[in-house]
């Protein structure tokens, strides 16, 4: 009943920009925080960026100064806007969030995550 879309990935050359998105629906009552991983081919699922339900943002080192990530509270979406890609960020990349949500007659809280969008940066 909670799920996350994901939508903005593709296909681009070195150098170039996507903006991926991550909507939240379902019985919720908060979205907490939202994050966005990365898994590259033979490595680890690995955190991109994380932005709290306030604003504040955090980035990992590799993509710090090309990446941003923003959210709309009032569509339980987050972003994560990609510049000056390289061929190092092709990667599936997932979001998630720590949601609030109704479960019958009570309140639960957990992990969700996106089906995962594919990013391919090549010339």
């Known amino acids: 009943q909670v799920q996350l879309v994901e939508s903005g990935g593709g296909l681009v050359q070195p150098g170039g920009s996507l903006r991926l998105s991550c909507a939240v629906s379902?019985?919720?009552?908060?979205?907490?925080?939202m994050e966005w991983y990365r898994q590259a081919p033979g490595k680890e699922r690995e955190l991109v960026a994380g932005?709290?339900?306030?604003?504040?943002?955090n980035y990992a080192a590799s993509v710090e100064g090309r990446f941003t990530i923003s959210r709309d509270n009032a569509k339980n979406t987050v972003y994560l806007q990609m510049n000056s890609l390289k061929p190092e960020d092709t990667a599936v990349y997932y979001c998630?969030?720590?949601?609030?949500?109704?479960?019958?007659?009570?309140?639960?809280?957990?992990?969700?995550w996106g089906q995962g969008t594919q990013v391919t940066v090549s010339s």
């Open positions: 998630n969030a720590f949601v609030r949500y109704y479960s019958g007659n009570s309140v639960s809280a957990d992990d969700y």
């Open positions: 379902g019985s919720i009552l908060r979205v907490n925080a």
């Open positions: 932005i709290s339900i306030g604003g504040r943002s």
